[in-house]
């Protein structure tokens, strides 16, 4: 039987690809996900190298959407989950952390941006009074 060049590239590519240790399945999935990891890293070095509360606003949003579905998805697949293994409740803790964080970042800087702006209100009646 002889074999044509097509039909032997086909099935060393089914092979490639279905065997657990192939390394272009590796690549073609630790891309997308070397990705998501470094995002937020790359966000929040953003986020500090501007220093401005409205610049930084939507991300911290994004990120306690991202947070509070990540937990509706933990609670949605609950079942799925090794409850005695301790590491399944270090990452919904984590999880939990880091959805509370940006919370209280979110509603503390809030708070700072409005007393600022009463604070420059009070100062611009202050001189104008002056004149």
Known sequence: MVRL???LDARQRYHTLSSPT???LQNLVSSPLGGW???PGVSALLMARDGRWSASRVVVLA???LAALILAG???AWGD???SN????VYVALIALTLLGFAALYLGMEAYRRRRRTANRNA???LGGRD
Request: aromatic fraction near 12%.
């Open 5 to 7: 060049p097509d039909q």
């Open 63 to 65: 990120g306690a959407v």
């Open 124 to 126: 611009v009646v202050t």
């Open 74 to 76: 933990i609670a949605r």
């Open 81 to 83: 989950f090794d409850q």
């Open 22 to 24: 192939s390394n272009s």
């Open 86 to 89: 301790p590491l399944t409740w």
């Open 37 to 39: 990891f470094a995002l």
